[in-house]
């Protein structure tokens, strides 16, 4: 679908989502492959990655997305390609795969290096705060209305 003519649009989209299982599986020094790939993938769609970075975990993917494309089809683009790149390259002896659903946040432009510092940070920041911990947290700042048996798996 092309934009009309004058038309721009970019909106800033911090996409959370998680090892199915919630496993400590993505390891390093592979899980930089897997970053570096996920930022291909959102190339490939013609959108623009900020910054894609996690842990064992879990991951954050800051995009800035055009109109053209749904956020939900590219989060499904991203797990659906990423996974079948962690199987293809046998990073781990059995299947790779995401836990089903994702968080999606907006954030303005002038957010953009806040969100991309925390999202660098995410390492050093996971030594005081569990992944549950930090989610809710966004539920709660974004005043996201959740059930709790809807979240992700949590391994506590």
């Known amino acids: 679908m092309e934009n009309m003519a004058g038309t721009f649009s970019q909106i800033y989209i911090h996409y959370v989502f998680a090892v199915k299982g919630r496993e400590n599986l993505m390891q390093q020094p592979w899980r ?5 790939f996920i930022a291909g993938i959102i190339k490939g769609k013609n959108q623009k990655p900020i910054i894609v970075n996690g842990v064992a975990d879990h991951v954050h993917v800051f995009v800035g997305l055009n109109t053209s494309m749904c956020i939900s089809d590219l989060v499904r683009d991203i797990k659906n390609n990423s996974s079948n790149f962690i199987n293809d390259q046998h990073f781990l002896k059995g299947k790779f795969s995401w836990q089903e659903g994702y968080g999606a946040f907006s954030y ?3 957010q953009i290096e806040q969100v991309y510092q925390y999202i660098a940070n995410q390492e050093e920041h996971h030594k005081k705060k569990t992944f549950k911990d930090e989610y809710l947290d966004f539920l709660q700042k974004f005043e996201g209305v959740y ?3 809807y979240l992700f798996d949590w391994l506590d």
């Open 108 to 110: 303005a432009h002038s």
């Open 32 to 36: 930089d492959d897997v970053f570096k």
């Open 147 to 149: 059930n709790e048996r």
